[in-house]
């Protein structure tokens, strides 16, 4: 998840947001990186899965918010709501909600699914914290590693909405260090929030209704997106693949691949879109 911006990141929250989402303990895709991976070296990061729509969930991450505040840093806490943060869900293998894994040295331990009451919350976490007692190579006494400075740049300015700003920064990057790829990942993500942020979900209609229009097609892409529905937008274009000729067809290739490295190029759906394409071109 290194570099990996969230594509939800600049849409209002769902009304009624607030509460468990608002604490210090919220990741997305964004912070993913530095506050569960880098942070379980240290100690191990209960990362809780859940959705605003599951009254049990919420109840859940509540608990885990309190309990956490009683550790004394034995522990920390990610709390992640799942419809915004899809790959977040998808890495673990989620299955329902909520879902609660213990992520120790970079790699998830244990987990548990549904909500459970608070006595056997404890003993699990218990049971977490003496299975990593003395193992983790960055405890507590162990220096951490300084961030990179010119990624704090580019992450401040995105974290501001200021997406020239954070462009920029992981230009001047990539300048300097041609083969980042964490730089060269998060600029893709920018220059696609940057393009997309601003089409309307009526694009979609649009599109339905006149299937040959091609910059119809890549705006709904676009806003497929930014729903977390890549499958959805990965066929959309598959398809103007096989209606299209030409300058056309050359313009939709050429988007359908920029979205593809938008993403893990090992995630399964982009393998069997890719697999789409190459016989919708051949």
Do not use: C
């Amino acid at each position: 998840m290194s570099g990996a911006v969230d594509l939800s990141s600049l849409k209002q929250p769902p009304a009624g947001a607030a509460g468990a989402t608002g604490g210090d303990y919220a990741v997305n895709e964004t912070t993913f990186e530095a506050k569960v991976l880098r942070r379980s070296v240290q100690v191990p990061v209960i990362v809780a899965l859940y959705s605003q729509r599951s009254p049990g969930s919420v109840e859940l991450v509540r608990t885990l918010e309190r309990l956490v505040g009683e550790a004394g840093g034995a522990w920390d806490l990610a709390t992640v709501e799942a419809e915004a943060n899809m790959r977040i869900a998808q890495a673990f293998g989620v299955q329902g909600i909520p879902t609660v894994i213990a992520v120790a040295g970079g790699q998830p331990l244990a987990d548990f699914q549904g909500a459970q009451p608070e006595p056997q919350v404890r003993q699990w976490l218990s049971a977490v914290i003496d299975a990593v007692a003395g193992k983790l190579p960055g405890g507590e006494d162990a220096p951490e590693a300084p961030e990179d400075p010119r990624f704090v740049a580019a992450e401040t300015a995105l974290e501001q909405g200021d997406l020239a700003g954070a462009e920029a920064a992981y230009e001047a990057i990539i300048a300097a260090e041609p083969g980042n790829e964490e730089a060269k990942g998060a600029l893709r993500q920018l220059r696609f929030l940057a393009r997309a942020q601003g089409i309307p979900e009526s694009a979609i209609a649009t599109a339905d209704a006149d299937p040959a229009n091609v910059d119809a097609a890549l705006d709904a892409a676009d806003v497929e997106m930014m729903n977390q529905q890549p499958e959805a937008a990965f066929d959309r274009l598959i398809g103007a693949v096989k209606r299209t000729a030409g300058d056309d067809r050359t313009k939709v290739r050429t988007r359908l691949l920029e979205l593809f490295e938008l993403f893990d190029q090992a995630e399964p759906f982009v393998v069997a879109a890719r697999r789409k394409l190459a016989a919708a071109l051949y």
